[in-house]
Nanobody, 122 residues
Framework: QVQLVESGGGEVQPGGSLRLSCAAS????????MKWYRQTPGKLRTYVGEITAGGSTDYADSVKGRFTISRDTDKNTMFLQMNDLRPEDTATYFC????????????????WGLGTPVTVSS
């Protein structure tokens, strides 16, 4: 199993920056990718971006050039640096980890954190 804890959310003015963290614990070696999603009330969670075990990153078009995903492998932590924030970035941000079935390279269970809220408002 993998446990995920997000932190770093808060309120910021438009144009401002925040850095979110996602600390992972448990069976870290089974993780093949970690992703960020966001959700606003009454809407589905939407993809923000991801970083694979090999370090490759991918981003949704809506955040390209503004958000950057990185990680500290020593601390088992993924980061989401958010710059030039806009009101439409207001959401609860969740991290998720995709894991392999034990002893295989077959994708298995995804684990989710509880989320951290971000509000962009003047």
């Amino acid at each position: 199993q993998v446990q995920l804890v997000e932190s770093g959310g808060g309120e910021v003015q438009p144009g401002g920056s925040l850095r979110l963290s996602c600390a992972a614990s448990g069976d870290i070696s089974s993780i093949y990718a970690m992703k960020w999603y966001r959700q606003t009330p009454g809407k589905l969670r939407t993809y923000v971006g991801e970083i694979t075990a090999g370090g490759s990153t991918d981003y949704a078009d809506s955040v390209k050039g503004r958000f950057t995903i990185s990680r500290d492998t020593d601390k088992n932590t993924m980061f989401l640096q958010m710059n030039d924030l806009r009101p439409e970035d207001t959401a609860t941000y969740f991290c998720t980890a995709g894991t392999y079935y034990a002893g295989t390279r077959v994708p298995g269970k995804d684990y989710w954190g509880l989320g951290t809220p971000v509000t962009v408002s003047s």
